[in-house]
């Protein structure tokens, strides 16, 4: 049975965890780093943003995360889905011949069948200072090392991260706003229509315009045109 497919994507070389840092370079955002505890409503508007150190007081406010594990205190609680877990298995070795007679494809997604193996994709992440290729393995159960062995050979290095990544999808749930109340925005609410770091920039230019038309004063349906004028101080925690 064929329980692959192939697949050609584009990338960022070396990884997309550069975009944030990059981003906050180019607007000039200035990091705080520290946990934020709660987000709530001042009498005289705007939101004042609690953190184990300071509380500091804000026009408007993008939450920028998922917040089924950020243990932030809102106003009001958000409904929010059930997510799932996913392993997310590196591996630093060789990837065996898996199909007899085929050439392994870059990237291996499978399908949800009585036929479908242990893991739902791999996928290729670069290459290790020893020469070896370094890849990625998702699953919904952590991997043994039969499985393991059954998928590589020379296997030098072996990381596990452990996570609930993306929402438990239902076609037939309501897709949330992402605004929670005048001025407080949640980006991450377009991960209930799918999960992916091109999501989360469609997600980013709806926040950044509802955010704009707030902030000054407008009303009704915005497009990015003069998104950029005036000046707005940016703090990201």
Known sequence: KQWYQRRVRGRVKDGNFQLPPHLLNHVGATVLAEKVSSVTREEAGGYKVTTPTSSLSYDAVVLATPLHDADITLDSPVPLPAFQRTIATFVE?????????????????????????????????????????IYKVFSSSPLTSAQLESLFSDMKDVRVVDWHAYPDYNVSAPLPSFQLAPGLYHLNAIEQAASAIEMSCIGGKNVANLAWAFLSGREGPVSGEGLCEGTVQKEEL
């Not at 036929?115 to 290729?133: D, L, R, Y």
């Open 93 to 133: 070795g060789k990837l065996r011949e898996l199909v007899k007679g085929e050439e392994n494809p870059s990237d291996i997604l499978t399908t949800v069948s009585p036929h479908a193996p242990f893991f739902s994709s791999i996928g290729t992440k670069g290459t290790a200072e020893s020469g070896a290729s």
